[in-house]
């Protein structure tokens, strides 16, 4: 039996069919869940349709995290359409280009700072806010994205990793403040996906490439795979499960120097 059948579920963050955002959404529509999908803007509607169309969605809500009354607009069409929500996907990150290339002490700005931090990290619970009335008594569940550049320093990765940082500690933080109301809240860190987003960071095809040789399942990760995570944490089966970060990595996270026979 399909263990998300009978949920409704909002993913915020969806770029295009490759995104991890899709793969999470995939995976919870082959889990049975009725999947609501927002975009940012009319510029990027059709790509997220093309995501939805597969999963059989029929409405799509426009919603900029910046926004607080762009929010405020998400969840009321979603209050009067379907009443409640069990889930929310939170699969948003962003910083500006010129912070994600060279030295983080030469190249990071105070502004760069606050856009990263604002749109990686606020925006989570900026929506956790505005949703929990939908949410409340339904064992419902948060889900963010984190990565790997939040507890270790990664070449290029500079504010993104400060702002994952500080999306780890807010996914911790709500799940304190939501878990009186039988709301969930946790994050999936993924190792490297081949994404659109991805491809801004500089060097990341021999980030993919270093990944694979050195992770004990000598390979990199899928998009699906990641799904999968994120539908069994969303879903009843992790009832007893919040304020956690899973790694979805081929398990690159508990090495420290990889296979030494490069070394010979």
Known sequence: MAFLKGKKILIVGVANKFSIAAGIAEAMHTQGAEIILSYQSERLKNKVMQVGEKLNCVDYIECDVGNDDSIKNLVTSIENKWGYLDGLVHAVGFAPANELEGDFTEVATREGFKIAHDISVFSFTALAQATKKLMIGRN???LT???LGAVR??????VMGVAKAGLESTTRYLANSLGKDDIRVNAISAGPVKTLAASGIKSFRKMLSYNASRAPLGRNITAEEVGNA???LCSDLASGITGEVLYVDAGFNITAMGNLTEAD
Not at 153 to 158: A, E, F, K, S, V
């Open 140 to 142: 419902a569940a948060l």
């Open 145 to 147: 994205l984190s990565y």
């Open 153 to 158: 320093t990664l070449p290029n990765y500079n």
């Open 230 to 232: 994120g539908a069994f």
